[in-house]
């Protein structure tokens, strides 16, 4: 006892405490400014090792030595009476609440400034033509009405700024929504949506929420250097801003796959969504669980999304195919890639049927398309996570292989799912076959779930269009221009008030709304038609800027329009093209006219529907030059 009584007197236990907070700053500030200047990790290790040693020599320093009004000296040579160590007590006590202070401040404005503040956040990745700018007007799908039990998984914050820091953040931020997409209880937000918040000036918390049509956000940031790994999340709920749940992650990046799993289970607990085993094992399988493969995987996405809308398309699938490949080395089972992989290969055939002799794609690799094209959808029927993601496969793959008969059994299997996204194909298969009203719950959940991706309001509002509710066809598109606007969306925008009849709407719309001057040519050829302006036409094809025969308006204006025998020519020339008899099915549902060729100019695609028993032609709408 009278030697923990020496301690004291002699101060060494306020001395060892002092040096505790003070080495503790400054490991914290050092760490914080080695990671941003990108310092080796042996720097910091070596650091906090220098400290440790220093611990027991400042201790011992503290017994041996005592200041005096004279300086330091050995404490044997101090006269105890007039020993001043009570007064240096109090002023290493002054020096252990200021250490204290700075170190909860720091530790706060880590947990809870830093790690979610936006002016922090990296510049956000350019992004497609799909995605709005973030000062778009509120989408009235994501309002008060929205799910008690819905979140939006906001892209985890990249702290550091290593090569691919960003890429991993978004991976893992990723995996965690696929993890929670897992649970059918939840409605979560989509990766195209949600990743519009990602850059600097985002919205408030409450905003971000009501823009996405859910309660709760999810928020969060990664730290690397090196092998260790620091990650913050917090689940927030939308309308008061109170977290209900927060966490810190200190391990290493070998534990990535551990931390998700735990982030996600604990973000679906608060939500009070219930883990069975079944449940908390759909969540385990989801994603990639390889930290390679999900960087990869990023890294094509951004490829992907860039391809559609924002840089020209083959050069783009065909930089996403690459980083494919790397995800199909590392994780083969993992099926959501080939359906991306199998894009490219689609767009390559496309091109070269629609094109005919003006393709300059290489023979070699537009021969090689067609079976690369199967083989990604066969990969992705074989490793579906489950029989719903199975169901939707094969109804890719079927349409893909040209095996239609029972496609429209397939196509009603796969409305009966009750999911976030809709595959590949099926917009185009189930549209034609009368599918359109049984189709619209299932476009419609996908909008909820990704409100801020233009395809999903283009798809609806398709939709309600083949149903011929006109009316809803023309609000949707609208709404949709204010939320999500993108050049599908335009076109269709101006098609529904086409369509209705509202010309002097269209118009306007066509004038101030429509940026592509190839929709905007396309729109006055389907308004004239429409109109059964046949002069009207003439001049409208007359303007054309570009050639229709080298793309699939061709087929359409001439089917619009009454030239039934031009539509037959090119019916003809697409029908002889190994990938014709597809092509003149998606002629077909984008021009919404019922037959937009005779099937006896085209037979490979008559025999095709014949075998099948399809119900054929689709129905159509009132074309005043079309007598066919």
Same mark, same amino acid.
């Given at each position: 006892m009278s030697f923990f009584n020496e301690l004291q007197r002699r101060n060494v236990v306020r001395v060892g405490v002092a040096y505790t907070l003070i080495a503790w700053v400054i490991a914290q500030v050092a760490e914080f400014a080695f990671e941003n200047f990108g310092a080796p990790e042996w720097v910091i290790k070596s650091?906090?090792?220098?400290?440790?040693?220093?611990?027991?020599?400042? /201790?011992?320093?503290?017994?041996?030595?005592?200041?005096?009004?004279?300086?330091?000296?050995?404490?044997?040579?101090?006269?105890?009476?007039?020993?001043?160590?009570?007064?240096?007590?109090?002023? %290493?006590?002054?020096?252990?609440?200021?250490?204290?202070? %700075?170190?909860?401040?720091?530790?706060?404005?880590?947990?809870?400034?830093?790690?979610?503040?936006? @002016?922090?956040?990296?510049?956000?990745?350019? @992004?497609?033509?799909?995605?709005?700018?973030?000062?778009?007007?509120?989408?009235?799908?994501?309002?008060?009405?929205?799910?008690?039990?819905?979140?939006?998984? /906001?892209?985890?914050?990249?702290?550091?700024?290593?090569?691919?820091?960003?890429?991993?953040?978004?991976?893992?931020?990723?995996?965690?929504?696929?993890?929670?997409?897992?649970?059918?209880?939840?409605?979560?937000?989509?990766?195209?949506?949600?990743?519009?918040?990602?850059?600097?000036?985002?919205?408030?918390?409450?905003? %971000?929420?009501?823009?996405?049509?859910?309660?709760?956000?999810?928020?969060?940031?990664?730290?690397?250097?090196?092998?260790? /790994?620091?990650?913050?999340?917090?689940?927030?709920?939308?309308?008061?801003?109170?977290?209900?749940?927060?966490?810190?992650?200190?391990?290493?990046?070998?534990?990535?796959?551990?931390?998700?799993?735990?982030? @996600?289970?604990?973000?679906?607990?608060?939500?009070?969504?219930?883990?069975?085993?079944?449940?908390?094992?759909?969540?385990?399988?989801?994603?990639?669980?390889?930290?390679?493969?999900?960087?990869?995987?990023?890294?094509?996405?951004?490829?992907?999304?860039?391809?559609?809308?924002?840089?020209?398309?083959?050069?783009?699938?065909?930089?996403?195919?690459?980083?494919?490949?790397?995800?199909?080395?590392?994780?083969?089972?993992f099926a959501q890639v080939y359906g991306l992989r199998a894009d490219l290969y689609v767009h390559l055939m496309n091109e070269d049927v629609f094109a005919g002799p003006a393709s300059t794609l290489d023979d070699e690799e537009v021969l090689a398309a067609y079976p690369a094209a199967v083989e990604n959808y066969e990969a992705a029927v074989r490793y579906a996570q489950d029989r719903d993601d199975q169901v939707q496969a094969e109804l890719d793959l079927a349409f893909t292989q040209g095996s239609w008969r029972g496609l429209r059994t397939r196509g009603e299997r796969a409305l009966a799912i009750d999911r976030c996204d809709d595959g590949n194909w099926m917009t185009t298969v189930v549209n034609p076959l009368g599918l359109a009203a049984d189709y619209l719950p299932r476009a419609e959940r996908v909008l909820a779930c990704d409100p801020l991706r233009s395809i999903s309001w283009f798809n609806v509002a398709r939709a309600n269009l083949w149903a011929g509710n006109y009316d809803e066809a023309v609000r949707v598109a609208q709404e949709g221009m204010e939320v999500a606007r993108g050049g599908w969306l335009e076109w269709i925008y101006g098609r529904t008030l086409i369509e209705s009849g509202r010309f002097d709407e269209a118009e306007v719309v066509i004038d101030t709304q429509v940026r592509s001057t190839e929709w905007v040519e396309a729109l006055r050829v389907l308004m004239a038609a429409k109109r059964g302006d046949a002069a009207g036409v003439e001049e409208a094809l007359g303007a054309l800027s570009f050639d229709p025969d080298t793309q699939i308006f061709g087929v359409l204006f001439s089917a619009w329009s009454g030239r039934r025998e031009d539509a037959n020519r090119l019916a003809a020339r697409y029908d002889a093209h190994p990938w014709g008899q597809w092509a003149l099915w998606q002629a077909t549902h984008w021009c919404a006219c019922g037959h937009p060729f005779d099937l006896e100019a085209a037979p490979n695609f008559a025999r095709a529907i014949e075998e099948s028993g399809l119900p054929w032609p689709p129905a159509s709408r009132d074309y005043p030059l079309k007598d066919w």
């Open positions: 650091l906090v090792v220098l400290m440790l040693l220093g611990l027991p020599l400042v /201790l011992v320093f503290a017994w041996i030595y005592e200041m005096t009004p004279e300086g330091l000296k050995r404490e044997q040579d101090v006269d105890r009476t007039t020993s001043i160590t009570p007064h240096t007590g109090r002023r %290493i006590d002054r020096v252990i609440i200021g250490a204290l202070v %700075i170190a909860l401040g720091f530790f706060a404005a880590d947990k809870y400034l830093w790690r979610s503040s936006p @002016a922090d956040m990296p510049e956000a990745a350019p @992004a497609a033509e799909t995605a709005p700018a973030p000062d778009s007007a509120p989408s009235a799908v994501a309002d008060s009405s929205a799910p008690d039990k819905s979140v939006a998984v /906001l892209p985890f914050v990249a702290m550091s700024d290593g090569p691919d820091d960003e890429f991993f953040a978004d991976g893992l931020t990723e995996e965690i929504l696929n993890s929670l997409a897992q649970l059918p209880e939840l409605l979560v937000t989509a990766r195209t949506s949600a990743f519009v918040f990602k850059g600097d000036d985002l919205p408030p918390i409450p905003e %971000i929420a009501e823009r996405l049509g859910v309660q709760h956000v999810v928020e969060g940031s990664v730290r690397r250097s090196g092998e260790r /790994l620091r990650v913050t999340a917090q689940l927030i709920r939308a309308n008061d801003g109170f977290h209900l749940w927060s966490e810190n992650y200190d391990s290493t990046e070998a534990d990535t796959i551990q931390v998700q799993e735990n982030i @996600a289970e604990k973000i679906a607990v608060s939500l009070d969504v219930v883990l069975d085993e079944e449940k908390s094992e759909a969540m385990r399988k989801a994603g990639l669980r390889d930290i390679e493969a999900f960087m990869a995987y990023q890294k094509g996405l951004q490829q992907f999304d860039a391809a559609h809308g924002e840089i020209e398309m083959l050069v783009g699938l065909r930089t996403a195919n690459q980083y494919f490949d790397k995800v199909v080395e590392r994780a083969p089972q």
